[in-house]
Structures are given as structure tokens and as C-alpha cells.
């Protein structure tokens, strides 16, 4: 299978504990997004990578928040001191950088308890 | 800001039969893209259908159909011949040409399928 693949898929974490999400896009994909979304709603933006470069972030992405993508490969997204409020799922998508379909993976399912 | 506006959270529809979902944007572009995406139960998001703002003809692919209505800030998406399989959560989203790619989405729709 050659898509945008994440794990873990789920994550169940108590409140105040860090976590860390990986995403493995399309191998030929320059370009990385993370999105967030919460139930009933639709993906909102959190940021995205050209090759190793972080781009733009969004002002949902709080200081408790950090992605990384060394190699311009594969990305993570940590969560530091995780509250109630970050529970959601956590979507990566990739694409080519003058292509402008996004191609998803099957996202993170993130429950802080 | 652009925003994404799908006001319907839910709709039905009888197999074979067509049915239309509602999308309305707000940007101050004069070229953009509009997308259609479809997320199945537990399955991830995938793309159904792609405008770009500087086309006047209607997207179409096989069964998926847009009306797009720039002056109005309107992109709804039709589905012909309703199939079980078509049973999926539907977001409209946008997109600004350029270096910026992000997505914009609304809410989504939740679209079932009686058979």
C-alpha cells in the first residue's frame, strides 16, 4: 500500500502525559499538512511542511504543540501536557507541491481522559 | 478569512435516486480551488471532486457533478444514481492558488442511503 499511513490509529492518554503521533506520507510528496478534527466538525489546519521546512502553523497550534519532519520524509506531532480539550482526530495528508490534491491518511484518534 | 459554510448537517436519499449537497464560501480571491471530499465510516478522507474558481464549465466525474456559481459563492454537489457505497460524510473545502495549499473545510454533511 502505497498511501499516507499514521499510527498509532488510536491513542487513549491521561490528562497532563505527552504523546506523539507519526505520519508516513506518499514517498514522492514534498508537502506535509497536519489537520485536527473534533466530532461533528470538519478538518481544521494545524500546519504544514516543503520537504523539511515547516511553512506555516496555525494559531491552533499552541506552544504545547510540536511537528517535525527531519528528513523530509516522515512527519511527527507531539502533544505535550495533553488536556481534555485535545482529544480529537488527528489527520496527515500529503501531496506534491505544484499538485494541489491532498491525499489523507486514516488519522489518529487522540482521547485524553 | 475564508470560511466554508455547509449548513445541511444531514440528508437522505433512496438508492438510484439523485440528490444535491449545499455549499456556500466566503473569500475576497478571484481564483481559488473547491473541493468535494467523502469520509466513509471509520475510513479515511478522499477526494470526489475538484473546481477550479477560473473554469466556467462544471466539474464532472462519472456520477459526482458540481454546480459552481461563482458570483453567488455557491459549489453544490450532485450525485446521480445513488449507490449504497455513497453512504459517507461529505466536506466542501477550499483552497487559495499559490504557496499556501491549506485546506479550508466546512462542518460536512452526513449523507445516508436508503436502500
Known amino acids: 500500500d502505497t498511501g499516507v499511513s499514521q499510527n498509532p490509529r488510536h491513542k487513549i492518554t491521561k490528562r497532563g502525559q505527552n504523546v506523539t503521533f507519526r505520519c508516513d506520507p506518499i514517498?514522492?510528496?514534498?508537502?506535509l499538512y497536519w489537520y485536527r478534527q473534533t466530532l461533528g466538525q470538519g478538518p481544521e489546519f494545524l500546519t504544514y511542511?516543503?520537504?523539511?521546512?515547516?511553512?506555516?502553523k496555525s494559531r491552533l497550534l499552541s506552544d504545547r504543540f510540536s511537528a517535525e519532519r527531519p528528513k523530509g520524509s516522515f512527519s511527527t506531532l507531539e502533544i505535550q501536557r495533553t488536556e481534555q480539550g485535545d482529544s480529537a482526530m488527528y489527520l496527515c495528508?500529503?501531496?506534491?507541491?505544484?499538485?494541489?490534491?491532498?491525499?489523507f491518511g486514516p488519522g489518529t484518534r487522540l482521547t485524553v481522559t | 478569512a475564508q470560511t466554508v459554510t455547509q449548513s445541511q448537517p444531514e440528508m437522505s436519499v433512496q438508492e438510484a435516486e439523485t440528490v444535491t449537497l449545499s455549499c456556500t464560501y466566503d473569500t475576497s480571491e478571484s481564483d481559488y480551488y473547491l473541493f468535494w471530499y467523502k469520509q466513509p465510516p471509520s475510513r479515511q478522507m478522499i477526494l470526489v471532486i475538484r473546481?477550479?474558481?477560473?473554469?466556467?464549465q462544471n466539474a464532472t466525474e462519472n456520477r459526482f457533478s458540481v454546480n459552481f456559481q461563482k458570483a453567488a459563492k455557491s459549489f453544490s454537489l450532485k450525485i446521480s444514481d445513488s449507490q449504497l457505497g455513497d453512504a459517507a460524510m461529505y466536506f466542501c473545502?477550499?483552497?487559495?492558488?499559490?504557496?499556501?495549499?491549506?485546506?479550508?473545510f466546512g462542518k460536512g454533511i452526513t449523507l445516508s442511503v436508503r436502500p
Open positions: 511542511f516543503q520537504n523539511e521546512a515547516q511553512l506555516e
Open positions: 473546481q477550479e474558481a477560473y473554469k466556467q
Open positions: 495528508a500529503s501531496s506534491l507541491a505544484r499538485d494541489y490534491e491532498q491525499y
Open positions: 473545502a477550499y483552497r487559495e492558488t499559490g504557496a499556501n495549499s491549506k485546506l479550508t
Open positions: 514517498s514522492e510528496h514534498n508537502r
